[in-house]
Nanobody, 120 residues
């Protein structure tokens, strides 16, 4: 069974940086893509970024391009999201997600979420 556990969320001032981590376990992920979604208060969950386990092309939401970087440490089975130049509108619960690449952007496996709060 796939398990995804996020960490790293906290409060930060606008313009600051933060790195989220997602520890993945439960199966071999070689056919999977992993990624991040976020949900702000009163809004629908939205896609942030994704990366295939085998590497290659990453995908980003337009709102985070140039500021966020997604990466994988396969030796640690850990997904990261480096967030720079944070804005108050980045405030949200950030979720790690995983599934076969063909099932994106509607992955079946989700973490519990980690809160990121950006103050102005």
């Amino acid at each position: 069974q796939v398990q995804l556990v996020e960490s790293g969320g906290r409060s930060v001032q606008g313009g600051g940086s933060l790195r989220l981590s997602c520890s993945a376990s439960g199966r071999a992920f070689i056919e999977f893509a992993l990624g991040w979604f976020r949900q702000a208060p009163g809004k629908e969950r939205e896609f942030v970024a994704a990366i295939p386990w085998t590497g290659g092309t990453t995908d980003y939401a337009d709102s985070v391009k140039g500021r966020f970087t997604i990466s994988l440490d396969k030796a640690k089975n850990t997904l990261y999201l480096q967030m720079n130049s944070l804005k108050p509108e980045d405030t949200a619960v950030y979720y790690c997600a995983a599934d076969l690449w063909e099932n994106w952007p509607q992955p079946a496996y989700w973490g519990q979420g980690t809160q990121v709060t950006v103050s102005s």
